[in-house]
């Protein structure tokens, strides 16, 4: 394709370090559609002839039809996926195969091949995401009032809901669609037309370019176009966020599937056994779910650290910019699904999560603010009153709302039967109303709103 002032070809390193064909045949389908694109706008603006543009057309759909049955060989020789293309359109039309890169260079196209490779990857990845959230807002509806410890530091701390538990998610997951669409909207501009990298003297209609592939526009510069690639850059920055969440929600199923919690109970589909030990059931997938996402942050990393030197315009270790975005929506697909399939089928032992909130002291906050409530002490009193009361329960091995009236009024006299009404994490969840709260009649109106929202999408 450039051996006119070459006597030699490439030594045989030369070819294999130079190659990006094993990795960026993957971007097929949005080459050849691109091709297509400013084909047909060459042949409209009279670039080339109406014939040429016809003719070029129909071969490109050949091309696509072969690469659909028999996937894209491996040509080194070809370096890359952009002139594998086109030399297997010239295969099959002749001639005028060469006037399909009239006005463009390599440069634009495989800017614009990857704008499109990443659009769509930012489709997949929210549709995906749509459905962790569809099967988050499912298993919350169930298990609205369902109670469990929640927890800071690990510790026992307050009852929550599981419902509540896993709208929290629902949020995080969210805002990670958000960051998504944000991204999306930013990138969605043509860099086809900036040619190598000054733009061209063709009178070429990017316009038209842009809108034939559901570009909002053209780019505005044409030294920025083929030297961008934020676009990856904000993508990843968006998929490792989602890992990051993903992960956290793998490993509340790791500490939740394991002996001593017994909150969870993975399905056969989603746990694995152990060659030696046979009562083992092991979260596998919730672990890789966790280990993914330092894969996925190492993706940003490897592209931000390719990108950070680089002069304008194009440079080839620009290259390098495919390989950790493939990897990285791959792994996030994978991770998506896994916790997708892992919410879906898991068994709640709701059970053993209102045991562990009965047992951890749960509700000394309730009797704290009990205190401050109906006896008006200051809440710092009423804590010091709660801490001995605690102390009192933990050495008698009861739980809080197990204490006699009499064991209590030993501690402060101001304390009257009416505080067993709030001791029990029932009556805890159930007082916690305000906005976003734990309490069940917030959850389901959460759960309501998130239903909605999910529906006028
Ligand atoms: N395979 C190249 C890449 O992925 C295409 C652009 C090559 N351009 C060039 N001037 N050598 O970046």
């Not at 297509?36 to 039809?65: F, P, Y």
């Not at 990138?187 to 592939?213: E, S």
């Amino acid at each position: 394709m450039w051996g006119g002032r070459f006597a030699e070809g490439p030594s045989a390193v030369m070819r294999e370090i130079n190659a990006s064909i094993p990795f960026d045949k993957r971007m097929w389908r949005q080459d050849l559609r691109g091709s297509q694109a400013h084909v047909a706008m060459l042949g409209k603006q009279g670039i080339v002839s109406a014939e040429d543009a016809a003719r070029i057309a129909e071969g490109l759909e050949q091309v696509a039809a072969e690469f659909e049955a028999e996937g894209v060989p491996d040509d080194l020789a070809l370096e890359d996926i952009h002139m594998l293309a086109e030399a297997r359109l010239a295969d099959l039309i002749g001639p005028s195969a060469g006037r399909l890169h009239t006005a463009r260079s390599r440069n634009d196209q495989v800017a614009t091949d990857f704008r499109l490779w990443v659009r769509d990857a930012i489709d997949q990845a929210e549709a995906a995401l749509e459905g962790l959230q569809d099967a988050l807002l499912s298993r919350a509806e169930e298990h609205a009032a369902s109670v469990m410890p929640g927890f800071t530091h690990l510790q026992s701390a307050q009852p929550v809901t599981l419902g509540h538990h896993l709208m929290a998610y629902f949020e995080m997951f969210a805002r990670d669609r958000s960051r998504l669409t944000d991204a999306r909207a930013r990138m969605n501009l043509c860099p086809l037309g900036a040619a190598a990298l000054a733009g061209t003297g063709f009178p070429l209609d990017r316009d038209a370019t842009a809108a034939a592939l559901g570009f909002d526009g053209p780019t505005r510069n044409s030294l920025d176009s083929v030297s961008d690639r934020d676009f990856a850059i904000e993508y990843l920055t968006a998929a490792v966020q989602c890992s990051l969440h993903l992960s956290r929600l793998a490993e509340e199923f790791v500490i939740w599937a394991s002996q001593p919690f017994g909150f969870v109970s993975l399905s056969d589909q989603w746990s694995t056994g152990s060659s030696i030990m046979p009562q083992k059931r092991n979260p596998d997938a919730a672990e890789l779910v966790r280990g993914h996402s330092g894969r996925i942050a190492g993706a940003l990393v490897s592209l931000m650290m390719t990108m950070k030197g680089l002069p304008l315009a194009y440079s080839k270790d620009m290259q390098d910019d495919k390989p950790p975005v493939f990897e990285a929506h791959d792994l996030l697909g994978l991770c998506i699904a896994a916790m997708t399939g892992m919410v879906e089928s898991a068994t709640f032992r709701t059970d053993r999560m209102r045991a562990l909130a009965e047992s951890g002291f749960a509700t000394a906050t309730d009797l704290a603010d009990w205190l401050v409530r109906e006896a008006g002490v200051p809440f710092r009193e009423a804590h010091h009153i709660t801490g001995r009361a605690v102390a009192a329960a933990e050495g008698a091995g009861i739980r809080l709302d197990q204490l006699s009236l009499d064991a209590l009024k030993e501690i402060d006299a101001r304390i009257d039967d009416r505080v067993y009404g709030v001791l029990s994490v029932d009556a805890s969840v159930n007082s916690r109303t305000s906005f976003g709260g734990t309490a069940p009649v917030r959850v389901r109106a959460a759960i309501v709103a998130a239903r909605k929202g999910l529906e006028e999408e």
